[in-house]
């Protein structure tokens, strides 16, 4: 069943971005919910990506199916959907095989792509630097080797636009065996970068290094910006930031290194995070974590689950973490029921409040970075680790900054 496209808001005066239709699978009728958040996810997604989102489809399946991931009969009535309200591609939440995409495509003679594709796209726009650049061309690279003879076929339907951004357009008209050499070219090039990278690292000297990571979306930027009065991009969209940036940051006469990293997401292409992982070596190596989430999301436990995860793939998850449940002003006004008495408003939000400090071990802050709402002692809290770490590792540079009477620790 295909639900209303009223529930993705669509903004008509955009008619020029292309139109697509999003399908998930479920091997329940209990993973329903969870599939419509995904699909929802998948539909920020898809917007950043400045396609305009139609209507989505979902499937009841044990498994996917093998030839068309979704059965003859759903793929039917989607091709009926798509040829009637003219429909430029459709986007499926998961990853599908190269003959998935190739059986979908010939079926429904429009372009076909799955969430890493969609994901890849999102990079190869937001990429800036020639690390950056680099890294995107050789993910994408590496997803499209298996797929370039279906796309020698149907190079004709093809005409560009989302999914074929970047090296995309560029690597359908090779063969495997220069897309191979490619991809061998780009590996010594982010070698190449990366020995420059770390050559810039040692020069760092004797620093605290602290890292922010978390969900994409949920502040990392507007908290560096706050930090740092660094002019880095932070908007509402997903994979805003994607280049790290790091900043020399001095608080109270406590000075370390700001690093703002690439957002985690859930079903990320694991050839994107080894293409991203000099990128994400920033937080793999640094001191003191900050790990930012957004307590207004519906499901922000799940995308704390997400982020650990990938931290603990990264080798970087016993690091010390300070956890800062950001956007308190919208969780305060969208969870939050306003006819309650201001005292039965308090009483929720202190137990909501307790509830995390005891799971932390008192080692989370709660603010919003946007309102200003508990910045100092979201500093102060920072500060004191920070300056903790100066003891232990750089005792001399501790006694010579603050001497040991007036250090915290």
Same mark, same amino acid.
């Given at each position: 069943m295909a639900l209303e496209s009223s529930e993705f808001k669509v903004d008509n005066t955009l008619k020029e971005r292309e139109r697509v239709v999003l399908i998930g699978v479920a091997r329940s009728k209990h993973e329903l919910p969870k599939l419509k958040e995904h699909l929802e996810e998948l539909h920020f997604l898809a917007t950043t990506a400045n396609v305009e989102p139609i209507q989505y489809f979902h499937q009841l399946l044990d498994n996917p199916d093998k030839r068309t991931y979704v059965g003859s009969g759903k793929l039917q009535e989607i091709k009926e959907y798509c040829q009637k309200f003219k429909i430029d591609a459709v986007i499926f939440d998961d990853e599908i095989s190269p003959s998935q995409q190739n059986n979908v495509e010939k079926e429904l003679k429009i372009k076909v792509?799955?969430?890493?594709?969609?994901?890849l796209d999102i990079f190869a726009q937001n990429a800036k630097t020639l690390q950056a650049k680099t890294q995107v061309e050789l993910a994408q690279t590496q997803y499209l080797m298996p797929r370039l003879k279906g796309m020698w076929q149907h190079l004709d339907r093809i005409k560009g636009g989302i999914g074929m951004r970047g090296s995309g357009e560029k690597e359908i008209e090779t063969d495997r065996r220069i897309a191979q050499t490619r991809i061998v070219h780009l590996k010594n090039k982010l070698k190449e970068i990366e020995k420059q990278t770390e050559t810039q690292r040692k020069s760092r000297g004797e620093?605290?290094?602290?890292?922010?990571?978390g969900y994409t979306n949920v502040g990392k930027s507007t908290i560096m910006n706050l930090l740092s009065r660094a002019d880095i991009l932070a908007e509402n969209k997903l994979f805003a930031t994607l280049d790290t940036t790091v900043r020399k940051v001095v608080i109270d006469n406590v000075p370390f290194l700001l690093?703002?990293?690439?957002?985690?997401?859930?079903k990320l292409p694991h050839h994107l995070i080894q293409s991203f992982h000099s990128t #994400?070596?920033?937080? +793999?190596?640094?001191?003191?974590?900050?790990?930012?989430?957004?307590?207004?999301h519906d499901n922000f436990e799940e995308q704390i689950q997400i982020v650990n995860k990938t931290l603990l793939d990264l080798g970087a998850k016993d690091k010390p973490t300070l956890m800062v449940f950001n956007k308190l002003d919208l969780y305060e006004n969208e969870k939050l029921?306003?006819?309650?008495?201001?005292?039965?408003r308090e009483e929720i939000l202190n137990n909501f409040k307790n509830s995390w400090i005891a799971k932390t071990q008192d080692n989370c802050i709660f603010m919003s970075a946007v309102q200003l709402e508990n910045i100092e002692?979201?500093?102060?809290? #920072?500060?004191?680790? +920070?300056?903790?770490l100066y003891k232990e590792r750089y005792p001399f540079k501790a006694k010579y900054l603050w001497g040991y009477e007036d250090f915290i620790g």
């Open positions: 792509l799955d969430r890493s594709m969609l994901i620093m605290i290094r602290v890292a922010l990571v690093s703002d990293t690439v957002g985690f997401i859930r #994400l070596t920033e937080a +793999i190596e640094s001191d003191i974590l900050i790990h930012v989430v957004d307590i207004s029921d306003n006819f309650l008495f201001e005292n039965e002692d979201f500093r102060n809290n #920072l500060l004191d680790k +920070i300056k903790k």
